[in-house]
């Protein structure tokens, strides 16, 4: 079975904050993706990346980056972490083609506080 | 530009009934189409897809889509709801950009009471 796992299932963290999520697959998926998801505005993406170091802005970008130093791993940053970064975070891996679906970790809950 | 549209926040059905879940698309191009389901607290967990061929496509859990292409349709169906299908889906497009990514709708929150 196709694995993606995220880092971590809950965290809370303070206005400020440098914060880290890390997303790894295990079926050498060349496509990777964050996606933050809030209620009544399904899943938004912010990032994604179609190769190994490279990364392209998703719908809303700001205030995130993102860095795809190997192919199985795909971390999101929050700079400075603020309250309206409070969400849920969905990490997300596909093959490189357009009839395929897309594998989705079990998604961090973020609290900033 | 690619977009999907769930004209409904929520559906309500009995236990038994037949459900329907509503999605219509906006793409160039041949669609790729796609639903997920969403547990609570969980990640989205693919149901089916349709890419060519039948307009009837069937998916895990006894779930079914009907893909209508004059209508820009790809309402998502089930001939018998169980308590256990109470979720939140979420209807995708596939659109290239460089590379493929997924496009959701904002998801539909199914209820069913038994």
């Known amino acids: 079975d196709v694995k993606v796992t995220q880092s971590s299932r809950y965290l809370v963290k303070r206005t400020g904050e440098k914060v880290f999520l890390e997303c790894v697959q295990d079926?050498?998926?060349?496509?990777m993706f964050w996606y933050r998801q809030d209620p009544g505005l399904g899943l938004r993406l912010i990032y994604f990346s179609y190769d190994v170091k490279m990364k392209e802005k998703g719908d809303i970008p700001e205030g995130y980056s993102v860095s795809r130093e190997k192919k199985e791993r795909f971390s999101l940053i929050l700079e400075s972490a603020s309250t309206n970064q409070t969400s849920m975070y969905l990490c997300a891996s596909s093959p490189d083609s357009r009839n395929t679906e897309a594998f989705f970790g079990q998604g961090t809950r973020l609290t900033v506080v | 530009a690619q977009s999907v549209a769930q004209p409904e926040d929520q559906v309500n059905v009995a236990e038994g009934n037949p459900l329907t879940v509503k999605c219509t698309y906006s793409?160039?191009?041949?669609?790729?189409l796609f639903w997920y389901v969403q547990y609570p607290n969980r990640g989205l967990q693919f149901l089916l897809k349709y890419i060519t061929g039948d307009n009837l496509v069937k998916g895990s859990y006894g779930f079914e889509a009907e893909f209508n292409k004059s209508q820009t349709s790809f309402h998502l169906k089930k001939p018998s709801a169980l308590v256990s299908d109470s979720a939140l889906y979420f209807c995708a497009v596939r659109a290239y950009t460089g590379g493929f990514k997924t496009i959701f709708g904002a998801g539909t929150r199914l209820f069913v009471k038994a």
């Open positions: 793409v160039s191009g041949n669609p790729y």
């Open positions: 079926m050498d998926h060349e496509n």
